[in-house]
RNA sequence: GCCCAGGUGGCGGAAUUGGUAGACGCGCUGGAUUCAAAAUCCAGUACUGCAAGGUGUGCGGGUUCGAUUCCCGCCCUGGGUACCA
């Protein structure tokens, strides 16, 4: 074999790994590059295809910087602790650690097969308690801030002490839960418990009752962005409501910094969005509307708009179900109706609020409230299509403004104002923020944009509200009740959660005797024996002691999985520091992510948290930078192709001999052949039809006399089974392994085609495990090496987009390692390189190369890329090139795409092993490329007619004249005379006739 | 519904600031080599037409000497989101 690449790529693993060729040195001298893969999950299932999609990508444009000098940080671990591990471990008692284990040993073997350039001696993973220790530091340390809006930055729980002390909290902004005012002296006069609990919600990570969405089926609590369409991300299980006591983290108060940090990032467009909307700022105005017969100022209801502008179209409000106001404003004639509608409601999942947005529901509270500008009454009522967690949980409802307001009053028949000039409302509302307002007093005359700030002064100047930004993002549920995952490093003393001072950090998981909940429902902590926290001795102890006094509980939930996801970016720098989660030296010579790659699904889960926590340890001064993630690179996914054969079904067979007709297969040209006579109506195919032949061939026989379809229109002919991808090639079915692969189908009859094959149909559709479509990259390393691979899935197309997986082409680009191979090789595989200058051809098609390929690499345009490199083989190859010195040059190129070959190559050229990697990346010199002529394409309005070769410095006046002297411009011209004529010069000539 | 991305041969895709649409690869067709096959090499391959030519980048308009590229309207596919006041 000439290009034996089984022996060159296992060869360099080897070398690379034994001298650590690839790692990353903390040198302040050569500037920095820090590429980074999102992290992976190792599930059991192991990579296909799809998964080194982004880390070749990434893979190939670290070796890129290295080649350009830079000292590249390329670093790998795993987030190992997560759910699949524990339902895992619930269903065979194997300890998740043992699965995680043996799965990140099978990640590690098939990443090692790709040839990536990791710096392995800096892997991280989440559930190692050298990692979860600093974790569990960062919670203490998000426990022990607070967050100052006045200043917009993250303080010590001890400044706000300070402030409360001396002035309590009336003049402090700070981002919290707390509803109460108090004076320095009534803070002074609180209890413990009392100022522990008011610190609670002030707290960044604070304990507190609030709705979570809790999936019974998995037994444990869920982040919103974990819940897709009221059922859970992993599993699809139903989600309820629940109130339960659980931390959380009060990332609403980065809410702002989250969104206006977006506009420096070198994200997409995609991505910012979903991000922007995740956050969903608002900005409008609070507004107090008093109720009638209530002079208490404490039953003032709350209500929050974007549209101060429309306060005179205001014609009832609309309370949440669950306002507290319900029970006191309901009359007694409309109670019974009131409280039945709260508790149907009440009943409802969230997920079935979405499903009925259709359906209008509400009740009449029959009390009012008076318009704070017209005195005038307001009825109260209340709809579930007001959200009790968003805003204040109370809506001014305006009619002509809002289409669900309008669909409501529209509903119940109530009064619809209007506030626009010359605007027609009687069929929807009008929701465009233009126009201009009519019948509204003060404002009427004034433009929406006018009128919105007007409206705002108003109600500031009355003091019945004031301007206001709300946020749809809610606080982050921080406590899972599951196993696998960072322990909480808290007790509970007097029922308030102390931390575990961080001295004696980490706080290991616990051994259990099973994983599942315990039978009072407590999580599967509760299970353990050893889980108590003794003060004196400052270690974990077994429960018998706990007495309150100097032994207490501990926390029986772990962290989500996001915990040790949001700052791993980070360790990476610094990985086995045992005093700091990173140094400061360290995080200021790497800092943040230069290129990030991964999948778009993180969008509003990991990216946004990751970034909080980087905002927040910026705040603290531990690190110096706010932002994680500088740019970023989503890979599409990889999609399936998978493989179908037809099992004949909805056919009668009229047979002569009562011949049992089952298990019948069909191929694709007799698929559609059936479906089109299906399709034409013909129910019935006789003896002289060709499939009723075909069946009568196959059977030996005369034996079929016609067969009848199904003319059920729904009715499917046959039906599409899918079949392992493994047993078809080129659609072409492996008939032997077929009838082997079930039990079912050895005696399975086949229909083939006219060549004596069976064809199968396919479709594209998302890799998995039960369409039998994935398509592992060990198979394929195996099959054509790890280099063809890696140039292959790049070749597929943008790395951007999601593609179909088809090896169909994958020879083409193996075909293109050989012939680079012959490129060094005589026909007897002797390596025969030339010292003898290069040609110009060759030059020529080596700067190209240069020029194209820094060009793709800068535009992370890895398709083209591979491509190029074709043309130039396919170039020098025709020239005959074996120059060393083109040689050299191209090899330095391609060794990112394709290291082992290259460096194989280069050993071979003469130079020292694995020293490719530092070499320089060839400079671009476009004196090679000056062409000393043009061909000019001659266009006639704009169609191209001809070409003709001019010399390429040739002026403008002198390209126009020589053209229209031409015969074939004469003759195209047809006796016309030009009108215009455009020369640009090296581009085109365009004659206007 | 709203937001975002995309729509180019038989297929994956290319065309970087508006300038020869279909690079490169697959597949297919024909040929060379071979006892034969594989591999390799050569030629062809958007559609239509015998040809000259005509038509072509989802559809309909527009700007321009010239549009896959810019503008307006629409259709389709994929992703996100969903009573957010």
Redesign the pocket.
Same mark, same amino acid.
């Not at 929050?304 to 549209?307: A, C, D, I, N, S």
């Not at 070749?795 to 943008?798: A, E, M, Q, R, V």
């Given at each position: 074999m000439e290009y034996n690449f089984r022996e060159i790529e296992s060869k360099w693993r080897k070398f690379w790994a034994e001298n650590q060729t690839f790692k990353a040195e903390d040198n302040a001298l050569k500037p920095k590059y820090y590429v980074l893969d999102m992290f992976p999950y190792p599930s059991g299932a192991g990579l296909h295809v799809g998964h080194p999609l982004g880390y070749i990508a990434s893979d190939i444009f670290a070796r890129y910087k290295r080649l350009q000098g830079f000292n590249v940080l390329h670093p790998m671990g795993y987030d190992s602790f997560g759910l699949p591990a524990e339902q895992y471990a619930i269903q065979t008692g194997q300890h998740p650690d043992k699965t995680t284990k043996e799965n990140i040993a099978r990640y590690r073997e098939q990443l090692d097969k790709i040839g990536f350039s990791f710096d392995w001696s800096r892997e991280v993973r989440t559930s190692n308690a050298d990692y979860y220790k600093w974790t569990q530091w960062i919670f203490t340390q998000l426990f022990d801030c607070w967050y100052n809006n006045k200043t917009q930055k993250t303080e010590r729980i001890s400044s706000l002490i300070h402030f409360f002390a001396t002035l309590g909290n009336s003049s402090i902004d700070a981002t919290t839960d707390c509803e109460l005012t108090f004076t320095a002296e009534e803070w002074n006069g609180f209890n413990h418990e009392k100022k522990e609990a008011i610190l609670q919600q002030y707290r960044l990570a604070y304990l507190a009752d609030s709705w979570v969405n809790w999936c019974p089926a998995l037994g444990t609590v869920l982040a919103n962005?974990e819940v897709?369409n009221g059922v859970s991300e992993r599993g699809g299980h139903p989600v309820e409501q629940k109130k339960m006591r659980q931390w959380s983290m009060r990332i609403k108060a980065y809410a702002e910094r989250l969104i206006s940090g977006l506009d420096g990032l070198d994200w997409t467009?995609?991505i910012k969005?979903?991000q922007r909307?995740w956050i969903?700022k608002?900005q409008?105005c609070s507004v107090n509307f008093q109720v009638e017969g209530f002079l208490d100022t404490e039953k003032v209801i709350e209500v929050?708009?974007?549209?101060p502008d429309t306060i005179f179209g205001v014609s009832f409000l609309v309370l949440?179900p669950e306002h507290p106001f319900v029970a006191t404003l309901t009359t007694s004639e409309r109670k019974d109706a009131v409280e039945s509608y709260v508790k149907a409601s009440s009943l409802k999942t969230e997920r079935d @609020?979405?499903a009925?947005?259709k359906n209008i529901s509400g009740e009449f509270l029959g009390s009012y409230a008076i318009h704070p500008f017209t005195g005038e009454k307001v009825e109260l009522w209340i709809g579930?299509?007001?959200?009790a967690s968003?805003?204040t949980?109370a809506?001014m409802a305006v009619p002509c403004g809002?289409q @669900?307001d309008w669909d409501f009053a529209t509903h119940f028949g109530l009064e619809i104002k209007n506030i626009f000039k010359n605007i027609d409302i009687s069929e929807a509302a009008y929701t465009e923020k233009e126009g201009v307002i009519a019948d509204s007093d003060f404002l009427s005359g004034l433009t929406v944009k006018e009128a919105i700030p007007a409206a705002i002064n108003a109600i500031e100047e009355k003091q019945i509200g004031k301007g206001k930004t709300?946020f @749809?993002l809610r606080d982050a549920v921080f406590s899972r009740q599951r196993y696998w995952g960072e322990p909480f490093p808290v007790y509970y003393k007097d029922g308030l959660p102390h931390m575990i001072d961080t001295r004696y950090l980490p706080v290991v998981l616990p051994e259990v005797e099973n994983y599942l909940p315990t039978a009072d429902g407590q999580p599967p902590l509760g299970n353990a024996a050893v889980w108590a926290w003794d003060t004196v001795d400052n270690q974990v102890v077994d429960k018998v002691n706990i007495d309150h006094k100097t032994v207490f509980p501990l926390e029986l939930n772990t962290m989500p999985g996001w915990a040790g996801s949001s700052w791993y970016f980070l360790r990476y720098m610094d990985p086995h520091n045992a005093t700091e989660f990173v140094s400061k030296e360290k995080v200021a010579y790497w800092n943040n992510v230069d290129l990030y790659i991964g999948g778009?699904?993180h969008a509003?889960g990991h990216l946004l948290y990751a970034r909080f926590w980087t905002k927040f340890l910026y705040d603290l001064g531990y690190i110096s930078f706010d932002e994680p993630f500088q740019k970023m690179i989503n890979q599409g996914m990889i999609l399936g192709r998978s493989s179908l054969v037809y099992k004949a079904s909805n056919m009668t067979f009229e047979t002569s001999n009562q011949t049992e007709i089952s298990n019948l297969f069909v191929s694709k040209f007799w698929y559609n052949y059936l479906t089109t006579k299906k399709n034409s109506k013909i129910f019935k195919l006789d003896k002289d039809d060709l499939f009723v032949q075909k069946m009568n061939l196959i059977l030996g026989g005369e034996i079929v006399n016609s067969i009848e379809l199904d003319s059920d229109p729904i009715s499917m002919i046959c039906s599409p089974r899918h079949v392992d991808i493994s047993i078809v090639e080129n659609d072409r079915l492996d008939i032997e392994a077929f009838k082997n692969s079930r039990e079912e189908y050895k005696n399975a009859i086949l229909v083939l085609e006219e060549e004596g094959i069976f064809v199968c149909g396919s479709e594209v559709e998302k890799m998995s495990k039960s369409k039998f479509n994935v398509q592992t990259p060990d198979e394929l390393v195996d099959k054509f090496g790890a280099d063809t691979l890696r140039m292959y899935e790049m070749?597929?197309?943008?790395l951007e987009?999601?593609?179909?997986w088809?090896t169909?082409?994958i020879?083409?680009?193996h075909?293109?390692l050989?012939?680079l191979w012959r490129l060094f090789h005589d026909h007897e595989n002797n390596f025969v390189v030339s010292d003898d200058a290069p040609s110009n051809d060759s030059l020529k098609t080596l700067h190209k190369t240069i020029q194209?390929l820094s060009?793709?690499l800068e535009r992370f345009?890895f398709?083209?890329g591979v491509?190029n490199f074709?043309?130039a083989v396919?170039e020098l190859s025709d020239q005959k090139c074996n120059n060393r010195s083109i040689l050299r040059e191209l090899l330095i190129m391609l060794s990112p795409y394709a290291p082992h070959i290259a460096e194989e190559l280069w050993e071979k050229l003469g130079y020292e092993a694995g020293s490719i990697n530092v070499a320089s990346f060839p400079i671009f010199n476009p004196e090679y490329l000056v062409e000393s002529s043009f061909?000019y394409?001659i266009?006639f309005?704009?169609k191209?007619r001809f070409?003709v070769e001019l010399p390429a410095d040739m002026s403008r006046e002198d390209v126009e004249a020589h053209v229209l002297k031409l015969d074939k411009t004469t003759q195209y011209l047809e006796g016309k005379t030009p009108k215009?004529m455009?020369v640009?010069p090296g @581009?085109?000539v365009?004659i206007?006739v």
């Open positions: 962005d897709i467009d995609s969005d979903q909307n969903g608002s409008g929050f708009t974007t549209r949440a @609020r979405q009925n947005v579930d299509y007001v959200l968003y805003g949980g809506v809002d @669900r709300n @749809r778009s699904e509003t070749f597929l197309g943008p987009q999601s593609k179909p088809d169909k082409g020879n083409g680009v075909n293109f050989r012939k194209k060009q793709d345009s398709n083209t491509s074709m043309i396919n061909s394409p266009s309005n704009g191209v070409s215009k455009i640009v @581009r085109i365009n206007v």
